[in-house]
């Protein structure tokens, strides 16, 4: 079985300041991982996907990802926060079973303060 | 239209109305899903379609069915709902194959009343 679990539930950081979203899985086989952005009023959107190719994934808006398998962990980062930033964001993971199902972290509510 | 649509955007029933939720994907996937997001729990994957056909219901009462008449439809009929059914529910696609992100719809906000 695979899990996620997202560490703080709720981050606050000032705009221009590192964000550091943290995510940990756990998998049987070697991992699919993604974070998606959820923005209030709307559906998730993929910011970024590691699917085995390099271990630093660079996705959209600013935001990459770096996956250590030696530690479980696929950590979202972006250097320099901005106001429209602040959405929830969800790790989720994928064992490439038949029918490409994901299992989601409980997500993190970024929150940017001026 | 591009991507994956839902209607309604927002739906308020009473315990006895039935009521369907319909999602439209336009991006030529064969796997389509909905989960229930919850303000206290994190999203649930509630059903999986791949090629039509019915791959994967996670423990969803009854109260819940699900359609899939092609790879490109799927409805959630609903019907003697709970209060503690009222979330937002999602709608999403992909290529049904390891490894490929799942596209998301923007949900239906469901009020039980």
């Known amino acids: 079985a695979q899990s996620v679990t997202q560490l703080g539930s709720h981050v606050s950081v000032s705009e221009g300041a590192l964000v550091l979203l943290r995510c940990n899985y756990s998998s049987s086989v070697p991992p699919y991982l993604f974070w998606y952005v959820q923005y209030p009023n709307q559906g998730l959107q993929l910011l970024l996907k590691y699917t085995s190719a390099a271990t630093l994934v660079k996705g959209i808006n600013g935001f990459e990802a770096e996956f250590k398998k030696s530690e479980t962990s696929f950590h979202l980062t972006k250097p320099s926060a901005h106001m429209s930033d602040a959405a929830e964001y969800f790790c989720?993971?994928?064992?490439?079973?038949?029918?490409?199902?994901?299992?989601f972290g409980g997500g993190t509510r970024l929150m940017v303060k001026p | 239209e591009t991507g994956v649509t839902q209607t309604p955007r927002h739906l308020v029933m009473g315990m006895t109305n039935k009521k369907s939720l319909k999602c439209e994907q336009h991006l030529g996937h064969n796997a389509m899903y909905w989960y229930k997001q919850s303000a206290k729990k994190p999203l649930e994957l509630m059903f999986v379609?791949?090629?039509?056909?019915?791959?994967e219901n996670n423990s969803v009462p009854s109260r819940f069915s699900p359609e899939c008449p092609n790879s490109s439809h799927l409805f959630l009929h609903l019907h003697t709902l709970q209060p503690e059914d009222s979330a937002l529910y999602l709608c999403a696609s992909s290529q049904g194959v390891a490894g490929n992100e799942q596209f998301f719809g923007p949900g239906t906000r469901l009020t039980v009343l």
């Open positions: 989720a993971v994928s064992d490439g079973n038949a029918g490409n199902m994901l299992t």
């Open positions: 379609y791949n090629f039509k056909e019915q791959t």
